[in-house]
């Protein structure tokens, strides 16, 4: 249930996040913290007992410069944003969830809410892998019978788990060169009727290299709005996700789903208006 302060709160950030008002002040140096919503400790992490909170260069990620050049920043996707997109996929009791640059592993806790099969993360930083493993355990131990979730160090655009059923999850984690060596090995697991392969794609910056791709299909576009009370703890109050099935496809497709990704930054997707967009 929505609180007045939330309402107030997501009146105040749609003024400060309208394009005129955000173009000046980010400039202004005691207001620029007000945009740097990924510092702040999030109420999921209260809600959870966890800490997946902050703000993290992608020179502190990587284990050298050159491997850095191809990776982003950390920062938690919002979950209830995570949670209605992970919603909508169909049955997933035999799927692995595998989330790419999974950092502190707030997506991998809101994952194990579901019936996945196994839920995996992948980081090559062992810094916030330790402090996901951490979170993990509190999770697994306020709650014993969810699926586990399980830890991996490495170079997340190379992984090549066992398998051919997944939903694969993004958060903008690298670059072109990267997407491109995650879509190969997505291909190599796609090579007979009965793999089942979902890719979720937030902040879909480098969409076309998967719309591309002769094995998925799109299945579902949506600009996604922050929950009322996770508005002022990200970088801005909605998020675009593009979701891809594996072909042939099971499931038809969204209403919507085709619409085209532009970008307004180096670093932000968005989606062509549209009044199919998902609240």
Same mark, same amino acid.
Request: glycine share 10%.
């Given at each position: 249930?929505?609180?007045?302060?939330?309402?107030?709160?997501?009146?105040?950030?749609?003024?400060?996040?309208?394009?005129?008002?955000? /173009?000046?002040?980010?400039?202004?140096?005691?207001?620029?913290?007000?945009?740097?919503?990924?510092?702040?400790?999030?109420?999921?992490?209260?809600?959870?007992?966890?800490?997946?909170?902050?703000?993290?260069?992608?020179?502190?990620?990587?284990?050298?410069?050159?491997?850095?050049?191809?990776?982003?920043?950390?920062?938690?996707?919002?979950?209830?944003?995570?949670?209605?997109?992970?919603?909508?996929?169909?049955?997933?009791?035999?799927?692995?969830?595998?989330?790419?640059?999974?950092?502190?592993?707030?997506?991998?806790?809101?994952?194990?809410?579901?019936?996945?099969?196994?839920?995996?993360? @992948?980081?090559?930083?062992?810094?916030?892998?330790?402090?996901?493993?951490?979170?993990?355990?509190?999770?697994?131990?306020?709650?014993?019978? /969810?699926?586990?979730?399980?830890?991996?160090?490495?170079?997340?655009?190379?992984?090549?788990?066992?398998?051919?059923?997944?939903?694969?999850?993004?958060?903008?984690?690298?670059?072109?060169?990267?997407?491109?060596?995650?879509?190969?090995? @997505?291909?190599?697991?796609?090579?007979?009727?009965?793999?089942? @392969?979902?890719?979720?794609?937030?902040?879909?910056?480098?969409?076309?290299?998967?719309?591309?791709?002769?094995?998925?299909? /799109?299945?579902?576009?949506?600009?996604?709005?922050?929950?009322?009370?996770?508005?002022?703890?990200?970088?801005?109050?909605?998020?675009?996700?593009?979701?891809?099935?594996?072909?042939?496809?099971?499931?038809?497709?969204?209403?919507?789903?085709?619409?085209? @990704?532009?970008?307004?930054?180096?670093?932000?997707?968005?989606?062509?208006?549209?009044?199919?967009?998902?609240?």
């Amino acid at each position: 249930m929505m609180k007045f302060g939330d309402g107030l709160r997501a009146q105040i950030y749609g003024v400060l996040h309208s394009p005129p008002v955000k /173009r000046i002040l980010p400039r202004v140096p005691f207001m620029r913290d007000i945009y740097l919503g990924w510092n702040r400790p999030h109420p999921f992490d209260r809600e959870y007992g966890i800490e997946t909170s902050g703000f993290i260069e992608a020179r502190a990620l990587a284990p050298d410069p050159e491997t850095g050049k191809s990776m982003h920043c950390y920062g938690g996707s919002q979950p209830g944003i995570v949670r209605r997109v992970l919603a909508t996929l169909p049955d997933k009791s035999g799927l692995t969830f595998v989330d790419l640059g999974c950092g502190k592993g707030r997506v991998l806790v809101v994952a194990s809410e579901f019936n996945f099969k196994e839920v995996i993360g @992948v980081d090559l930083s062992k810094e916030v892998l330790d402090k996901a493993r951490e979170n993990a355990a509190i999770v697994h131990r306020r709650f014993p019978g /969810r699926t586990p979730i399980k830890l991996v160090q490495g170079n997340a655009f190379k992984l090549r788990p066992e398998g051919d059923k997944f939903v694969f999850y993004l958060y903008h984690p690298f670059g072109r060169e990267g997407v491109e060596q995650f879509l190969a090995g @997505v291909e190599d697991k796609i090579q007979n009727e009965s793999a089942q @392969v979902f890719v979720v794609y937030c902040n879909p910056v480098w969409s076309g290299i998967l719309d591309h791709s002769r094995v998925l299909s /799109r299945w579902s576009a949506a600009t996604l709005k922050y929950d009322n009370q996770e508005i002022g703890y990200g970088p801005d109050m909605t998020d675009t996700v593009v979701v891809w099935q594996s072909k042939p496809a099971r499931y038809p497709a969204q209403r919507g789903a085709t619409r085209h @990704v532009y970008l307004t930054g180096p670093m932000r997707a968005e989606l062509e208006t549209s009044p199919q967009s998902m609240h």
